[in-house]
């Protein structure tokens, strides 16, 4: 099992950045793909990037992709967002979530093939 716990969220002016951690504990994490999802008010959680265990495959939602970055540093059980370029409709609680990788390639968007899911940050991006 791993248990998540995110950081980082807060309250910006849009064309802020933002980095959010994402930090795991538990055992073989390097074992398990991240991904980060968003759920804004009223919306369904979606899908916004995913990182390989091994952090050498990335998967962006285009809705983020130039603007995010996101990487793993398996020594310290930690992903990261590093969010640019913010904008208001960025503005949601965001979740990292891990699922077993099932190999070194497939990334995962679809939100029940992810087991592990931290409580959330917020980040709110005022216009």
């Known amino acids: 099992q791993v248990q998540l716990v995110e950081s980082g969220g807060g309250l910006v002016q849009a064309g802020d950045s933002l980095r959010l951690s994402c930090v795991a504990s538990?055992?073989?994490?390097?074992?398990?793909?991240i991904g980060w999802f968003r759920q804004a008010p009223g919306k369904e959680r979606e899908f916004v990037v995913a990182?390989?265990?091994?952090?050498?495959?990335?998967y962006y939602s285009d809705s983020v992709k130039g603007r995010f970055t996101i990487s793993r540093d398996n020594a310290k059980n930690t992903v990261y967002l590093q969010m640019n370029s913010l904008k208001p409709e960025d503005t949601a609680v965001y979740y990292c979530?891990?699922?077993?990788?099932?190999?070194?390639?497939?990334?995962?968007?679809?939100?029940?093939?992810?087991?592990?899911w931290g409580q959330g940050t917020q980040v709110t991006v005022s216009s």
């Open positions: 979530a891990a699922r077993v990788s099932p190999d070194a390639y497939s990334l995962s968007a679809r939100r029940d093939e992810y087991g592990y």
């Open positions: 990182v390989s265990w091994i952090g050498s495959r990335t």
């Open positions: 538990g055992r073989t994490f390097s074992r398990y793909d």
